[in-house]
Nanobody
Framework: QVQLVESGGGLVQPGGSLRLSCVAS????????MGWYRQAPGKQRELVAT???????NYADSVKGRFTISRDNAKNTTYLQMNSLKPEDTAVYYC?????????????????WGQGTQVTVSS
């Protein structure tokens, strides 16, 4: 019903920057919340940042002041600008979307996850 495609991950040196993108497509009526989560090896998946349809944002304490989440509602896309990256930011980053989808005359709210994109911060 809804597909999420993430891009922008890669290898970067400490102090560097990366910009992640996540595009949602499919039978989307509207998108409520969009967000980014990450999972490092041996650790649980954790919230990085979220943004509502109205533009309200929420960040993990560990990324406040360094990461910025944004969205383009017309393109069903969310971005995560990551600056001043640290080795501890190394993880697989996942996009999460809560969307209202339409199937005929029926509307349902579902949560969708992307496939993940690797971010490695190392010298």
């Amino acid at each position: 019903q809804v597909q999420l495609v993430e891009s922008g991950g890669g290898l970067v040196q400490p102090g560097g920057s990366l910009r992640l993108s996540c595009v949602a497509s499919g039978s989307i009526f509207s998108i409520d919340e969009m967000g980014w989560y990450r999972q490092a090896p041996g650790k649980q998946r954790e919230l990085v940042a979220t943004i509502t349809s109205g533009g309200s944002t929420n960040y993990a304490d560990s990324v406040k002041g360094r990461f910025t989440i944004s969205r383009d509602n017309a393109k069903n896309t969310t971005y995560l600008q990551m600056n001043s990256l640290k080795p501890e930011d190394t993880a697989v980053y996942y996009c999460k979307v809560r969307a209202i989808v339409r199937a005929g005359m029926r509307f349902t709210t579902n949560v969708y996850w992307g496939q993940g994109t690797q971010v490695t911060v190392s010298s």
